[in-house]
């Protein structure tokens, strides 16, 4: 009998919207790494070689770097955002990179894809205000965005330690649960596409 898709891997192209070396959300990916329930796998992106979004050289052909991106989010299953909140909103390097991807129009990879949202802050928020603008860019780009649970990580300061372990168990619950709800959102979106 051939295998139905819930019984197959779900694959996750995760990717977070911050170059900083110490970064909280790229920190937060790799503890998703590690909370991962079966039947998924994931893999982190990092955006630090894609270019400054320029119409003109886009005109002339995409980067390596963005075809990589692009190719990469075409193979996954679902996609895995992490952001910074930068002054109420998405960090430019996010915006960016989801720009890129959204080209040429028509034939984004992005198109009908399913993403999970979560986002690592200093401030009380934990990045609620930006993911409501990230969930805002998801409409133009016809993605499904999972809507609950929500992972907001406030005074993120406190929930790593000095090696950006993870380490609040109420965060990484969450991250488990967030990570579980796409898994079966996938699922569920691929049954009723048929793709
Ligand atoms: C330009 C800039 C704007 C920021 N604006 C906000 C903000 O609006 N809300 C917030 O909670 N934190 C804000 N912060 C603080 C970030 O939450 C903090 O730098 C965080 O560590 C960034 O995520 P990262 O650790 O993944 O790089 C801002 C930081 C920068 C550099």
Redesign the pocket.
Known sequence: MSATFTDRVVHVVAF???L?S??????ALRAAAELLPEGMTMEIFDLSPIPVYNEDVEAKGFPAPVEEFKARIAAADALLI?T??????I?GVLKNALDWASRPPGRSPLVGKPVALMG????????A??QYHLRQVCVILNMYPLNNPEVFI?A??TKFDPDERLTDERTRESIGRLLAALRTWTIRLRAETGV
Not at 22 to 27: G, I, K, L
Request: charge should be positive; charged fraction near 20%.
């Open positions: 977070a919207g911050s900083r110490r970064s909280y959300n790229r920190a992490a910074p909140e930068y002054n109420y909103s960090p690592a802050s200093t401030g009380y928020f934990g990045t205000r930006a406030p993120a300061e």
